[in-house]
């Protein structure tokens, strides 16, 4: 494998590294709001 070849693949991996984290971000924000919304709800029963 030449340089440049493995230069690509290291891009590739960062990009595809990078999608990943932004798409557990969103499923964070997703669990946390799901969380805070039952919270509110279960306190509000009481």
Do not use: P, S, Y
Not at 5 to 13: C, E, G, S
Not at 34 to 46: D, E, G, P, S, Y
């Amino acid at each position: 494998m030449d340089k440049d070849t493995i230069i690509k693949q290291l891009k590739d991996a960062n990009d595809q590294f990078k999608r990943e984290t932004e798409l557990l971000k969103g499923r964070i924000k997703e669990l946390v709001a799901n969380w805070l919304c039952m919270r509110t709800h279960i306190l509000h029963q009481v």
